[in-house]
């Protein structure tokens, strides 16, 4: 069964420090990997994706992402952490262009105080 | 700006009330899901249609919930008749042939 795991339901930084989100998937193929964003009373936007190539993936608003495969973890980072991007944040899979199926983490909500 | 549209925001309903959500994807996305988002269960896919035609709505209720595409440019979610434990928001996403998926702001629906 593919599925895929966010340890942490919850991540508290201070602005201006680096911050983690942690991703880690199950699937029985090749992944594509996704990061979306969700703010409060919004539907979920792209960050950013893997699909091949480069392990490290960057994104929108400062966001990238390490592909790991002998880990098989999709971890989000930022160097230097905003209060504006206190929200829930979600990792998702999906097998390959032809597979439709996005299957979803239950969501990181980041905290970042100032 | 494309983007997903879908109506209404917010629905109040007494519970036995058929409730209808709409979907309007991005011109040119032919891949469609219906999502449900609560507290305790995080996101499920409840249905989700490729070129109009259903292919998996394996995750939905299928005793009280509908789900269709009547046209390229419109998907409903449909329950008759709506219970309290149906309350949450449900989301709308289009994705194209290569394209990421997204998604819509969301219906927040209540049943009281």
């Known amino acids: 069964a593919q599925s895929v795991a966010q340890p942490e339901d919850q991540v508290n930084v201070a602005e201006g420090n680096p911050l983690t989100v942690k991703c880690t998937y199950s699937?029985?193929?090749?992944?594509?990997l996704f990061w979306y964003v969700q703010y409060p009373n919004r539907g979920l936007q792209f960050l950013l994706k893997?699909?091949?190539?480069?392990?490290l993936v960057k994104g929108s608003y400062g966001f990238e992402a390490e592909f790991n495969k002998s880990q098989t973890s999709f971890h989000l980072k930022k160097p230097s952490a905003l209060v504006s991007d206190s929200a829930l944040y979600f990792c998702?899979?999906?097998?390959?262009?032809?597979?439709?199926?996005?299957?979803f983490g239950s969501g990181t909500k980041l905290n970042v105080k100032p | 700006d494309a983007r997903v549209t879908q109506t209404p925001r917010d629905k109040v309903t007494e519970m036995g009330q058929e409730v209808t959500m709409r979907c309007q994807p991005i011109?040119?996305?032919?891949?469609v899901f219906w999502y449900r988002q609560t507290m305790m269960q995080g996101l499920e896919l409840l249905a989700y249609?490729?070129?109009?035609?259903?292919?998996?709505d394996s995750g939905m209720p299928k005793d009280r919930f509908s789900a269709e595409m009547p046209d390229a440019t419109l998907a409903t979610l449909k329950i008759q008749p709506s219970e309290p434990r149906d309350s949450a928001v449900y989301f709308c996403?289009?994705?194209?042939?290569?394209?990421?998926?997204?998604f819509g702001q969301g219906t927040r629906l209540t049943v009281v």
């Open positions: 011109l040119g996305h032919n891949t």
């Open positions: 699937v029985s193929g090749n992944p594509y």
């Open positions: 893997y699909i091949t190539g480069d392990n």
């Open positions: 249609f490729r070129n109009r035609a259903p292919l998996d």
């Open positions: 998702a899979v999906r097998l390959g262009d032809n597979f439709n199926k996005f299957y």
């Open positions: 996403a289009s994705r194209g042939p290569n394209t990421e998926a997204f």
